[in-house]
């Protein structure tokens, strides 16, 4: 099967129809409702073109609702595997549990939205009361615009826009700017956290994540002179032990992400490393890009937060930056859980650590 058509409506719906034959009979096809899909992983993403039309694979399930296949029952439950092919592309990514889908493809029922600076900017861009503008061509992320979806301007406010932590007089501004862009170009949405009890979650996220954040900025300003040009194999090694060495120095753990981010980035030949591109490091590495950096960390953290808090949420951080969404995909986080009022998570990640043993891996992180 070769060609995939989706429609968001209240129920999902999702058309699937086979090439035609070579005898010119018709293909097979099959009508899906309440559809779910299956999220994608490391190596659909680092393949997929997402500034044009969009060809991924496709995997989920629904209730058939329709088919010419002889032996389907209508209303039953099936699986499905295709590969979609839209006009639409998806300069904004859906990062879920499990990987990640095209922004409104990654939507279930009763979804929380957590966009960042860049996407609540590219949906006032494209979007106004819920219509695409003329010259905006066609992408996922205007199919918000068909549903009642909840949206938590959490992370728009958090990034702030100075290359600092915003402060306590500025993030009611930023609060207001999210709220006015999000109003205007999806005004079916339902904004999360957008008033006073808001101003204070962020206030108190700042709070508590900046002792964490400072640890880590001095993690990246003591690894940068090694990491910013590309490390030949024969350095890999002793560069796998530098990182782990500063990280211990500096108090930040093994297992934290901004860690796994360095590592990646000693790993992955050539400066092909989507870690190493997150982290930004740079012959003249500012202070705005080691905050940059560990803003974009800080908001997977809170994902992976929300996950264990609310297993049985739907939620998804829509971004706009690839390498962002790469890292998570490569991280394969799975298990996220709270015992004693502290987070445990697993990851598996073999994609953004090539060449590197299990042995090698667990022997690193190990206390």
């Known amino acids: 099967m070769t060609r995939s ?3 968001r ?19 097979r096809e099959i009508t899906f409702s309440d559809v779910s899909f299956d999220p994608l992983g490391y190596a659909e993403l680092q393949n997929a073109i997402l500034h044009g039309p969009l060809l991924i694979p496709l995997r989920g399930q629904g209730k058939v609702v329709s088919s010419n296949i002889e032996g389907l029952e209508i209303g039953q439950i099936g699986r499905f595997k295709t590969t979609l092919e839209s006009r639409f592309r998806s300069k904004s990514i859906g990062l879920v549990r499990g990987g990640w889908l095209p922004s409104a493809m990654a939507l279930e029922d009763n979804s929380v939205v957590l966009p960042d600076r860049c996407v ?30 909840r949206i938590n301007p959490l992370l728009f406010v958090l990034e702030g826009d100075a290359g600092q932590n915003p402060r306590p007089e500025t993030v009611e501004r930023h609060l207001r700017e999210a709220v006015s862009k999000l109003r205007s170009a999806l005004p079916k949405a339902i904004l999360v956290a957008a008033e006073a009890n808001g101003i204070k979650g962020v206030l108190g996220l700042i709070q508590d994540t900046q002792p964490g954040m400072a640890r880590n900025h001095d993690f990246l300003m003591q690894l940068n002179p090694k990491l910013k040009s590309p490390i030949g194999r024969k350095h890999a090694e002793t560069t796998w032990d530098d990182v782990l060495a500063a990280a211990d120095a500096c108090g930040v753990p093994r297992t934290s992400l901004v860690v796994i981010a360095a590592l ?69 986080a799975s298990n996220f859980a709270f015992n004693l009022g502290r987070m445990s998570f697993d990851v598996a990640p073999g994609d953004l650590l090539p060449g590197v043993s299990e042995k090698r891996w667990k022997e690193s992180i190990s206390p």
């Open 9 to 27: 409506q209240e129920k999902r719906m999702l058309r699937v129809v086979e090439s035609v034959q070579e005898d010119s009979s018709p293909g």
């Open 264 to 332: 990646s980035t000693v790993a992955m030949p050539g400066g092909k490393s989507p870690a190493k591109r997150l982290l930004k490091f740079d012959g003249q590495y500012t202070e705005a890009d080691t905050y940059n950096a560990l803003a974009d960390l800080r908001s997977l953290e809170l994902l992976m937060y929300i996950l264990a808090l609310f297993p049985d949420e739907h939620v998804m951080l829509c971004t706009a930056d690839k390498d962002m969404a790469l890292f998570w995909a490569g991280l394969r």
């Open 120 to 149: 609540v900017a590219e949906l006032n861009s494209r979007l106004k009361n819920g219509i695409p503008k003329p010259e905006a061509g066609n992408d996922f992320i205007d199919l918000f615009a068909d549903s009642t979806i």
């Open 5 to 7: 058509n989706k429609d």
